[in-house]
């Protein structure tokens, strides 16, 4: 598959999405518009420079919710300076991060930001541990978290233990945009990204046997072929 040119947007009325970058194993970052509501998802590193080119201070001050996927690197990279960036430029309103529950990544990183700036923090953070799916209302965005299947390598580079892993469906003004995160083909998210005005689909495993940590390129396509429009993301470059 050709290389994939970011960042890519896609907007109807006033929601919208944008993402900076996916490149597996490299960064991930995007964001979510709902009219003056604004998330950020997976915030890999650069995450902040890609916020600076978008928004203005006084916009990224107003993120209400970010969105985590799961632990990996790739994803939750730019967490640390996001949090810290928010806290030097005053934020005052409470951010909530969601996340998948056993994701010790967000557990850790938030617990050492507690630790190095609890005190006198400017903002309230709120963690929202999602266990399996669950769908919820955040900023008057509906929010669905639904279970995937993703997998990471043990020391051996053979065995692979499952990862907490969610992906996220938002629903504003009737329209809504699926995506899965990282994941190996699931039904999940079969059901989810059907009929979605917008899939965002990851295509990470650049074969064609399926090996149960990301998709291949025919398995992304097949499922993003089902919503109204797809983009193909986590490509390997
Ligand atoms: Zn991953």
Redesign the pocket.
């Known amino acids: 598959m050709k290389k994939i040119k970011y960042p890519i947007s896609w907007s109807k009325d006033n929601f919208s999405i944008k993402i900076f970058c996916s490149i597996p194993n490299i960064a991930t970052g995007i964001l979510v518009k709902a009219s003056e509501t604004f998330f950020i998802v997976d915030p890999g590193d650069g995450i902040l420079r890609d916020l600076n080119k978008e928004l203005k201070p006084s916009q990224i001050l107003k993120v209400s919710d970010i969105f985590i996927t799961?632990g990996?690197h790739?994803?939750v990279g730019g967490v640390w300076s996001l949090l810290t960036y928010l806290r030097v430029m005053n934020k005052t309103t409470p951010l909530t991060i969601h996340f998948p529950k056993g994701c010790i990544e967000i557990l850790h990183i938030h617990n050492a930001f507690k630790k190095v700036y609890g005190e006198g923090l400017p903002y309230k953070i709120k963690l929202n541990e999602i266990d399996k799916g669950k769908s919820f209302t955040t900023n008057k965005v509906k929010v669905t978290a639904f279970p995937v299947i993703?997998k990471?390598y043990l020391f051996d580079r053979k065995t692979t233990r499952q990862v907490p892993s969610l992906g996220f469906k938002f629903t504003f003004e009737k329209k809504n945009i699926c995506y899965g995160g990282?994941t190996a083909y699931c039904l999940e998210l079969v059901k989810q990204a059907k009929g979605a005005d917008l899939a965002i689909i990851e295509a990470g495993h650049d074969e064609d046997t399926p090996d149960g940590i990301h998709m291949t390129l025919n398995e992304a396509k097949s499922i993003g072929e089902t919503a109204k429009e797809y983009f193909l993301v986590h490509v390997p470059e």
């Open positions: 799961h990996h790739d994803h993703h990471e990282d």
